[in-house]
């Protein structure tokens, strides 16, 4: 069965870095989104991505995020400087179509920590 | 906004005990509803989704009836088994003000649920 997939897995890195987290979706999915899990709390909705363009983003997606199909097949979540309260788990996820009704499919998770 | 709670966990229960996760919802429109399960080490994996009012959706002796009276999205299980624990989220996919949807999802905070021998 096809599955979202994301890299890495576990990621630590110190305030003010750059990291880039990396997922391929779905192979025939058009829609993609980020959401991310601050340990304790809801999972949040960051932003969705379709056409190469971003759809829809949510608050927390300020100038520090950034999203990316860099060759059809990645899906990529940078943060420019990275801070203390980004440490979360980041998931992607991937639909075919955005009916009400559709399914959406989330990857593992990579589970930044942030330093 | 669009907004889900669910019932504070964690849940702890016995092999073959009643499960109930309590799941209300404030939403534009008819929104679509779904629990996601997350087991350890795992990402979300659909459970079960309803898309209209009194729809029941079911997987795996797990059930959730659309109430939309009571905006009311509530998982149960008869009979819970040591593999069923896991984290339990609820969710709904709503129409914005403005008539669109571009797919986001709506979580609940997560139900943590333990089934112990």
């Known amino acids: 069965e096809p599955e979202v997939t994301q890299t890495p897995s576990h990621q630590v890195t110190q305030m003010g870095q750059e990291v880039i987290l990396r997922c391929v979706p779905i192979?025939?999915?058009?829609?993609f989104y980020w959401y991310r899990q601050i340990l304790g709390q809801k999972v949040e909705f960051l932003v969705s991505?379709?056409?190469?363009?971003?759809?829809?983003k949510s608050e927390i997606f300020d100038d520090q995020f950034s999203v990316e199909r860099p060759d059809g097949s990645n899906f990529t979540l940078k943060i420019r400087s990275t801070k203390l309260e980004d440490s979360a788990m980041y998931f992607c996820?991937?639909?075919?179509?955005?009916?009400?009704?559709?399914?959406?499919?989330f990857g593992p998770g990579t589970r930044l920590l942030v330093l | 906004g669009n907004s889900v709670t669910q019932m504070e966990g964690p849940v702890t229960l016995s092999e073959e005990a009643f499960l109930t996760i309590n799941c209300t919802y404030t939403?534009?429109?008819?929104?679509?509803l779904f629990w996601y399960v997350q087991y350890p080490g795992e990402g979300l994996q659909l459970l079960l989704k309803?898309?209209?009012?009194?729809d029941k959706g079911s997987n795996k002796g797990f059930e959730a009836t659309y109430r939309k009276e009571t905006t009311s999205f509530h998982l149960e299980k008869g009979s819970v088994q040591v593999s069923d624990s896991a984290v339990y989220f609820c969710?709904?996919?709503?129409?914005?003000?403005?008539?669109?949807?571009?797919?986001?999802?709506?979580f609940g905070q997560g139900t943590i649920l333990t089934v112990h021998p």
């Open positions: 996820a991937s639909g075919q179509g955005t009916y009400l009704q559709e399914t959406q499919y």
């Open positions: 192979s025939n999915h058009l829609y």
């Open positions: 991505f379709y056409n190469n363009e971003i759809s829809e």
């Open positions: 939403a534009t429109g008819y929104p679509s």
């Open positions: 309803a898309t209209k009012a009194d």
């Open positions: 969710a709904l996919r709503a129409r914005n003000a403005g008539g669109t949807s571009y797919g986001k999802l709506t």
